[in-house]
């Protein structure tokens, strides 16, 4: 389900403007289309278009999203192994892998993206250090994803993650968005790179695993006397010391239901319980106030602003669309936003506050209580915590979600098809060729 969400994702991310981008780029890679895109421009192209949506998963607690680097990376692999590869990179001689072997990689991926995410600080770098972990993990879970499709032991994968730590970028973030999402891609391309670096015999520098050449407390005496620097990792001792299990990253990533930050999925979630509850509309509506932990309520109370990246991260813009145009949420393009003076009046009724009573429920979750004062004076209040973004869906519900995403990016045709390839677990010939179409040119 995680696949196919990822990879649903990405298909609508072509109707977006960073799809366009990406797609001129991929064009200037291929001299205009041929030959077909080389492995490493299929994993850019999808890196970008799956992070652009924010349609993509999230693992709360260490605020990553893998399924936008751990997917395109899966795509790459099976895309040099179909292509024959090179000696040293196949699982055996003459396999290929099959499903379990690709369903195994993906979980890899999460588990190393999940674990970085926490080392590099998660909710306290994001929110307070203004750094990205998403971005500082990509590299690392992707050489993780494709080293381990590509058969590689464990000494073999750990030196792909080596090398794409060499590789891993600063976490400044910009304020555009064209950066944001190429330095993503980038940073997933490099790890995939670095699998393949590995998988031909390039050897990294595996002492950058080790927790206590990362620890802070080395920085004024044993970090600084080897010359090494701390790196964005400075918690992976700590990361490394909490109860593992296979699967523990994958199974701490959340679907999110729409195209928004997971922030304020929560709000969202509770304005329309309480809509659905008590039928009001948007012109019964004066107040909606909106309690959230103070970690991220500075990041979601925007209620002024512009461009796309700005409203899916906006609870005004994302409340006002919840009431008056619900089935915007699910368009992760919106290439001109709303502004009637019925959405106008809606957005000036939110008012977001911190809740300190719900910071111990984070990063767990994103909890969000959300009160609704209507024009005859009643007041009517939810509180939405573990719901959105959800731990747990079926296939009938990730279906629902995607389909609904198609309608709005018009590529309601290809869902069909993309679920029954990824469903069926079968197949890893289909998978390769409805990933790689993604990345072509539409």
């Given amino acids: 389900m995680h696949l196919f969400d990822a990879l649903a994702a990405g298909l609508a991310g072509a109707a977006t403007r960073e799809g366009g981008n990406a797609e001129r780029h991929l064009a200037a890679l291929t001299a205009g289309g041929e030959p077909p895109p080389a492995p490493a421009d299929i994993v850019l192209t999808l890196a970008r278009r799956i992070r652009c949506t924010e349609l993509d998963d999230l ?23 179909g292509r024959g590869g090179t000696a040293a990179s196949r699982p055996a001689p003459g396999a290929a892998p099959g499903m379990d072997d690709v369903l195994d990689a993906l979980a890899a991926g999460y588990d190393v993206m999940f674990t970085l995410g926490l080392a590099a600080g998660g909710p306290g770098f994001l929110y307070g250090a203004g750094g990205w972990p998403s971005l500082v993990g990509a590299g690392p879970a992707a050489a993780a994803t494709a080293a381990r499709l590509l058969g590689l032991d464990a000494e073999g994968i750990a030196h792909a993650i080596a090398l794409a730590l060499l590789l891993t ?38 002492g950058l695993l080790d927790p206590g050449l990362l620890d802070p407390g080395l920085l004024d005496t044993g970090l600084r006397n080897t010359g090494r620097a701390a790196g964005p990792f400075v918690g992976l001792g700590a990361a490394l010391t909490r109860p593992w299990t296979p699967g523990l990253g994958l199974g701490k990533a959340h679907l999110k239901r729409w195209a928004s930050a997971g922030q304020v999925a929560a709000a969202i979630d509770a304005l329309g319980a309480l809509q659905d509850a008590h039928g009001f509309t948007a012109r019964d509506v ?18 002024a602003g512009a461009g796309r990246l700005w409203s899916l991260l906006s609870a005004h813009y994302q409340l006002a669309t919840r009431l008056c145009h619900p089935e915007d949420l699910f368009d992760c393009a919106r290439p001109v936003l709303r502004d009637s003076p019925g959405f106008t009046r809606a957005m000036r009724a939110v ?34 915590d573990g719901r959105s973004p959800a731990p747990t869906w079926d296939w009938d519900s990730v279906l629902g ?42």
């Fill in 59 to 81: 693992q709360l607690e260490s605020v990553t999203t893998p399924a936008a680097a751990v997917v395109p990376a899966l795509i790459g692999a099976l895309a040099v192994v």
């Fill in 401 to 442: 979600k995607a389909e609904a995403v198609a309608t709005q990016a018009g590529t309601v045709a290809a869902i069909g098809r993309l679920r029954d390839v990824t469903s069926r677990c079968a197949d890893t010939d289909d998978l390769l060729r409805a990933a790689a179409s993604l990345a072509m040119p539409r």
């Fill in 169 to 206: 970028p600063t976490t400044l973030r910009g304020r555009g968005e064209d950066g944001r999402w190429l330095s993503f891609g980038l940073a997933t391309t490099s790890g995939f790179q670095a699998a393949l670096a590995a998988a031909t015999g390039a050897r990294g520098d595996t």
């Fill in 351 to 384: 008012r977001v506050h911190d809740a300190d009573r719900l910071a111990a429920r984070h990063p767990g979750s994103y909890p969000a209580q959300v009160e609704v004062t209507l024009a005859d004076g009643e007041v009517v209040a939810f509180l939405s």
């Fill in 286 to 303: 004066t107040a909606i106030d909106v309690r959230v932990p103070p970690a991220y309520r500075r990041m979601i109370d925007q209620p």
